[in-house]
């Protein structure tokens, strides 16, 4: 380093920190102390955010790093260096705690402030040289505790690492509420899609447009449509095959210029085929599982295959681009409805059983499918009507008789224009939140190097320079008389 602001000096980790030391021997071992595994610290934030466990240090005095209030804990193991789990160690038990065998812990000899070593450690440069020092087996790398302490730093005098800090605080404080509220919007956007579904299945969507346009179902298209329902109704096994037990209440009202259906009438509904696990191979033509849907997307990271020549026995089981297919076993996860739209590179695979083809019928626009198969409405009936606690499942009949809105040709593809054209506003946004968030992380790198360049806060000159401070906590440290080392007091 070149160039200090007067007053700074470098200096070693080594010359500033006392590393991995170890509670005193002499501390009662029935002294109840905080317990802070790796999860305990909050990559995001840099903090303990977990200090529930609480053990008799007998307990956790053997085989567990020791450290103290006031304490940087840095994780040595990747990837959780990587990532930033550095915190310094505030509010422990009796001020001790006993924790993961991956912290390196390094306490400050009084040089430096605990904070101004947390900051310079936890910065994203720093630990990407870190990264590059790692030894270690691929998945069981770490930084070794040399690189540490030979890490150089700019050391301010003790005065201004306070207002250095401070300031750091501040502005830190402001970044951490843009990044709250700009997280936000990743969870508005979900919300801003149902919405407009919501308005595109009763009807509000495209209300003004309808009004002006005059365009409405005939009265024969109706009739047609209701012969439809009540076919597709009788056809079905079970319970729930007529109109009075179909859920028409639980959806929202519709207009009058609309038909009332359910998907069975809007959509030609294939159930794939139970394959044999024995003719399954590791190449030819792909299986399309459940394990293969995801919300939105094929994922193939799971492939079973047919033999080309096997497969052109089920030539009904082929499934086609465009064709919307459903995951009909644990149908929700925590990311969404399992359904996806075929794209062409995923075109040519077989259906398996418990996933559904949906094409649409001379009713429905499969556009207009999709959309509606993505709606609250789907999602809640597939929520209510799923059957089984270990193993949700929903049956081909129950997806059949989800009541289903059925607009003229004509007005299906103005709603379809209108969602695509709000989705793709919203998407833009969330881009754009997605972009200031990154934009907010590298303000907070660009800060935190204009400090450690001595740029951030005014310097004072009445403040005592580091190479003084550090000469003297040195000479201090070896007059004092030199502790015993023991094996300590027993429970």
């Known amino acids: 380093m070149s160039g200090l602001p007067r007053g700074w000096v470098e200096a070693t980790l080594e010359d500033l920190c006392e590393f991995n030391p170890k509670h005193d021997p002499e501390t009662d071992r029935g002294t109840r102390v905080s317990f802070i595994p790796m999860p305990a610290v909050d990559d995001e934030t840099g903090a303990i955010v977990d200090r529930s466990a609480i053990r008799p240090l007998s307990e956790v005095w053997k085989g567990y790093t020791h450290f103290a209030d006031a304490d940087v804990i840095f994780a040595k193991i990747t990837p959780c260096m990587e990532n930033g789990k550095i915190a310094v160690a505030r509010d422990l038990e009796n001020g001790m705690a006993c924790g993961s065998t991956e912290f390196h812990v390094l306490r400050s000899k009084g040089a430096v402030e605990p904070d101004f070593i947390w900051r310079f450690l936890r910065q994203r440069?720093?630990?990407?040289?870190?990264?590059?020092?790692?030894?270690?087996?691929?998945?069981?790398?770490?930084?070794?505790?040399?690189?540490?302490?030979?890490?150089?730093?700019?050391?301010?005098?003790?005065?201004?690492?306070?207002?250095?800090?401070?300031?750091?605080?501040?502005?830190?404080?402001?970044?951490?509420?843009?990044?709250?509220?700009?997280?936000?919007?990743?969870?508005?956007?979900?919300?801003?899609?149902?919405?407009?579904?919501?308005?595109?299945?009763?009807?509000?969507?495209?209300?003004?447009?309808?009004?002006?346009?005059?365009?409405?179902?005939?009265?024969?298209?109706?009739?047609?449509?209701?012969?439809?329902?009540?076919?597709?109704?009788?056809?079905?096994?079970?319970?729930?095959?007529?109109?009075?037990?179909?859920?028409?209440?639980?959806?929202?009202?519709?207009?009058?210029s609309w038909a009332h259906a359910v998907i069975g009438v809007g959509a030609d509904m294939t159930?794939?085929?139970?394959?044999?696990?024995?003719?399954?191979?590791?190449?030819?033509?792909?299986?399309?599982?459940?394990?293969?849907?995801?919300?939105?997307?094929?994922?193939?990271?799971?492939?079973?295959?047919?033999?080309?020549?096997?497969?052109?026995?089920?030539?009904?089981?082929?499934?086609?681009?465009?064709?919307?297919?459903?995951?009909?076993?644990?149908?929700?996860?925590?990311?969404?409805?399992?359904?996806?739209?075929?794209?062409?590179?995923?075109?040519?695979?077989?259906?398996?059983?418990?996933?559904?083809?949906?094409?649409?019928?001379?009713?429905?626009?499969?556009?207009?499918?999709?959309?509606?198969?993505?709606?609250?409405?789907?999602?809640?009936?597939?929520?209510?009507?799923?059957?089984?606690?270990?193993?949700?499942?929903?049956?081909?009949?129950?997806?059949a008789t989800c009541p289903l809105p059925v607009p003229p040709l004509e007005e299906q593809h103005e709603i379809v224009r209108r969602i695509e054209s709000a989705f793709a506003k919203i998407d833009r946004l969330a881009k754009e939140a997605k972009r200031a968030l990154e934009l907010v992380g590298r303000l907070d790198d660009a800060i935190l190097a204009k400090a450690f360049r001595g740029e951030l806060v005014p310097q004072d000159e009445n403040d005592e320079p580091a190479k003084h401070l550090l000469a003297r906590i040195r000479a201090e440290r070896e007059a004092a008389p030199k502790g015993k080392r023991g094996r300590g007091a027993k429970a």
């Not at 109706?222 to 096994?237: E, I, T």
């Not at 649409?360 to 207009?368: G, L, N, P, T």
Request: hydrophobic share 45%.
């Open 271 to 399: 159930v794939g085929f139970a394959f044999k696990s024995e003719w399954f191979r590791v190449d030819g033509v792909k299986l399309l599982r459940g394990a293969n849907i995801a919300p939105k997307a094929i994922d193939w990271s799971e492939l079973k295959c047919l033999d080309a020549l096997r497969a052109q026995e089920f030539a009904r089981y082929l499934v086609e681009e465009n064709d919307i297919v459903l995951a009909m076993d644990r149908p929700v996860i925590s990311t969404g409805l399992k359904v996806a739209r075929v794209a062409k590179q995923d075109a040519g695979c077989l259906l398996v059983q418990r996933v559904t083809r949906f094409r649409a019928s001379e009713f429905i626009a499969q556009d207009f499918l999709w959309w509606f198969l993505n709606s609250q409405v789907f999602l809640a009936h597939s929520l209510h009507r799923a059957t089984g606690s270990d193993l949700p499942h929903i049956s081909g009949d129950d997806i």
């Open 125 to 256: 440069s720093y630990r990407q040289v870190a990264e590059r020092s790692m030894t270690g087996a691929v998945g069981q790398r770490r930084v070794p505790k040399p690189f540490l302490e030979g890490t150089t730093l700019p050391l301010p005098p003790l005065a201004e690492q306070k207002r250095i800090v401070a300031k750091l605080d501040a502005l830190n404080a402001k970044s951490a509420r843009a990044r709250t509220e700009l997280a936000r919007i990743e969870t508005l956007v979900s919300r801003y899609k149902q919405a407009v579904l919501s308005k595109a299945f009763s009807g509000e969507l495209t209300r003004a447009w309808r009004e002006s346009s005059g365009v409405a179902l005939s009265a024969s298209e109706k009739l047609a449509v209701a012969k439809a329902l009540q076919r597709a109704l009788s056809s079905r096994r079970g319970a729930r095959t007529n109109t009075h037990q179909v859920e028409f209440n639980a959806v929202p009202a519709i207009p009058g």
